[in-house]
């Protein structure tokens, strides 16, 4: 049971606010937002997702910069709520086409229409995009995607001179085209999302992919899809169902530990030809979700080494080896390594040429950080950072300082070599030939590597 929702920008602006049942106070959006502004509770360095003030609930999630808000004075599961602020989130882009504080401020109409459909008087009704269709009957005010920023989820696929569109396809699934004729297209995202710790030696210790297919349809008159996945795809190295669906097949090329599939998809082709069918829903839905802890190889290498020298000063090495292919290029690239408690200032130096790339110290929780815009494959970078300590060292200077862990992005690759054979529409509307879009990303989960 919710007791309000609103989402505030980065800024603390209140953008949407609803209040479902008059329970909590009218001021709890300010409350909530100079709490996490000002967090301080111990070790922590930002707010939880759900912390409680003065007897109410706070949730919080983060999308695309802004914070969707939940709040209730009872005692609810907390994995509930998030997954509802992500629904929530999830059903406004679809209906906006992009999701941002100027979209949300232009169709404030809209999206209250929506948030009285999905919750009322604080119980949750539904979050279906197609079945909201029913009942929506406000049209979206577009907003330009050229006006998004280079560096937005709209321009991580571009290309050459070639722009791709984004995971966050730009286009509403309610809006036409102008002339009143929608564009017949369908996008198909492979994300992989990875998890990989070094040991100080450079070798793999642990190592898993996180992936999911994800698809947003714009065809009209509901075809049938089907969609072709890898001959040589296994799944499963035990006996047994797990997450969803096992496999019988023996071992191949690409092996998946587990999937599971969304519920519009039928399984009566994929045991023999790998090959998915379905009506696509409205909106942009997970067609299967899959895991892998089969060896693979990382796209990053990192080496890192810090040594003493002099009783207040050490220096700090940092290589970056990117082992894709040099027609990738990965982008928004964040390395982080926390330094000694004890660390007063840190003095860099990039390597000759460098474009691209800044470094910064942040001294309030003692982290080192470098950002390179974009990386090209088969590139090798580094790092060499002095650090000043304001007492001698009286410990091992390595065992306080790291693991080294980086974010990043990698449009047009995955790891798992998973791949979409064919993408076929059973049932063509109209004279015009659907477009069909397959991409492919890379993104860090949790890219660790000890000292």
Same mark, same amino acid.
């Given at each position: 049971?919710?007791?309000? !929702? !609103?989402?505030?920008?980065?800024?603390?602006?209140?953008?949407?606010?609803?209040? &479902? +049942?008059?329970?909590?106070?009218? *001021?709890?959006?300010?409350?909530?937002?100079?709490?996490?502004?000002?967090?301080?509770?111990?070790?922590?360095?930002?707010? $939880?997702?759900?912390?409680?003030?003065?007897?109410?609930?706070? !949730?919080?999630? /983060?999308?695309?910069?802004?914070?969707?808000?939940?709040?209730?004075?009872?005692?609810?599961?907390?994995?509930?709520?998030?997954?509802?602020?992500?629904?929530?989130?999830?059903?406004? /882009?679809?209906?906006?086409?992009?999701?941002?504080?100027?979209?949300?401020? /232009?169709?404030?109409?809209?999206?209250?229409?929506?948030?009285? %459909?999905?919750?009322?008087? *604080? &119980?949750?009704?539904?979050?279906?995009?197609?079945?909201?269709?029913? =009942?929506?009957?406000?049209?979206?005010?577009?907003?330009?995607?050229?006006?998004?920023?280079?560096?937005?989820?709209?321009?991580?696929?571009?290309?050459?001179?070639?722009?791709?569109?984004?995971?966050?396809?730009? /286009?509403?699934?309610?809006?036409?085209? $102008?002339?009143?004729?929608?564009?017949?297209?369908?996008?198909?995202?492979?994300?992989?999302?990875?998890?990989?710790?070094?040991?100080?030696?450079? =070798?793999?210790?642990?190592?898993?992919?996180?992936?999911?297919?994800?698809?947003?349809? =714009?065809?009209?008159?509901?075809?049938?899809?089907?969609?072709?996945?890898?001959?040589?795809?296994?799944?499963?190295?035990?006996?047994?169902?797990?997450? *969803?669906?096992?496999?019988?097949? *023996?071992? #191949?090329?690409?092996?998946?530990?587990?999937?599971?599939?969304?519920?519009?998809?039928?399984?009566?082709?994929?045991?023999?030809?790998?090959?998915?069918?379905?009506?696509?829903?409205?909106?942009?839905?997970?067609?299967?979700?899959?895991?892998?802890?089969?060896?693979?190889? $990382? $796209?990053?290498?990192?080496?890192?080494?810090?040594? %003493?020298?002099?009783?207040?000063?050490?220096?700090?090495?940092?290589?970056?080896?990117?082992?894709?292919?040099?027609?990738?290029?990965?982008?928004?690239?964040?390395?982080?390594?926390?330094?000694?408690?004890?660390?007063?200032?840190?003095?860099?130096?990039?390597?000759? #040429?460098?474009?691209?790339?800044?470094?910064?110290?942040?001294?309030?929780?003692?982290?080192?950080?470098? @950002?390179?815009?974009?990386?090209? #494959?088969?590139?090798?970078?580094?790092? +060499?950072?002095?650090?000043?300590?304001?007492?001698?060292?009286?410990?091992?200077?390595?065992?306080?300082?790291?693991?080294?862990?980086?974010? !990043?992005?990698?449009?047009?690759?995955?790891?798992?070599?998973?791949?979409?054979?064919?993408?076929?529409?059973?049932?063509?509307?109209?004279?015009?030939?659907? =477009?069909?879009?397959?991409? &492919?990303?890379?993104?860090?989960? @949790? &890219?660790?590597?000890?000292?």
């Amino acid at each position: 049971m919710i007791s309000q !929702f !609103f989402v505030l920008s980065q800024r603390g602006d209140n953008i949407v606010f609803r209040d &479902y +049942r008059g329970e909590v106070p009218r *001021g709890s959006a300010e409350i909530f937002f100079r709490k996490v502004k000002f967090w301080e509770d111990g070790e922590l360095q930002e707010a $939880p997702p759900v912390f409680n003030v003065d007897g109410v609930n706070y !949730f919080h999630v /983060k999308v695309v910069g802004l914070l969707f808000v939940a709040t209730t004075r009872v005692n609810i599961s907390p994995s509930f709520v998030f997954e509802l602020l992500q629904r929530i989130a999830r059903v406004i /882009k679809d209906y906006l086409g992009i999701l941002n504080e100027d979209s949300l401020r /232009k169709n404030f109409v809209l999206v209250y229409e929506l948030l009285d %459909e999905v919750i009322d008087f *604080g &119980y949750v009704q539904t979050t279906s995009t197609e079945l909201l269709k029913s =009942y929506i009957f406000n049209e979206p005010l577009v907003i330009d995607a050229a006006r998004l920023s280079p560096l937005g989820p709209a321009a991580i696929f571009s290309q050459g001179t070639k722009r791709m569109p984004g995971i966050a396809v730009t /286009k509403s699934v309610v809006a036409t085209e $102008p002339g009143g004729r929608r564009r017949e297209e369908i996008f198909v995202d492979i994300i992989e999302k990875i998890s990989i710790t070094f040991s100080s030696s450079g =070798y793999i210790l642990t190592s898993e992919i996180d992936g999911t297919i994800q698809m947003k349809s =714009y065809l009209t008159g509901n075809p049938e899809i089907r969609l072709a996945l890898n001959d040589d795809l296994s799944i499963g190295r035990s006996e047994g169902p797990i997450s *969803g669906y096992r496999s019988s097949s *023996g071992s #191949g090329a690409v092996v998946l530990d587990d999937c599971n599939f969304h519920e519009s998809v039928r399984l009566d082709s994929f045991e023999t030809n790998r090959t998915l069918s379905l009506i696509p829903p409205d909106g942009e839905f997970p067609v299967m979700n899959y895991r892998m802890t089969q060896p693979f190889k $990382p $796209p990053f290498r990192i080496n890192a080494l810090i040594e %003493e020298a002099g009783s207040l000063k050490a220096e700090v090495f940092l290589k970056l080896s990117a082992e894709f292919a040099s027609s990738i290029t990965a982008n928004t690239i964040k390395v982080q390594m926390p330094l000694p408690k004890y660390t007063t200032r840190v003095s860099f130096e990039l390597e000759p #040429g460098a474009t691209g790339q800044t470094t910064d110290f942040r001294e309030a929780n003692k982290k080192l950080e470098w @950002s390179l815009k974009k990386i090209n #494959g088969g590139s090798e970078h580094t790092l +060499r950072a002095k650090l000043t300590f304001s007492q001698e060292s009286h410990g091992n200077i390595t065992k306080e300082s790291g693991p080294v862990s980086m974010t !990043f992005t990698i449009p047009m690759h995955n790891v798992s070599q998973l791949q979409v054979k064919y993408l076929q529409i059973g049932k063509k509307s109209g004279s015009h030939e659907p =477009y069909r879009w397959v991409r &492919y990303v890379t993104q860090a989960n @949790s &890219y660790v590597a000890r000292i």
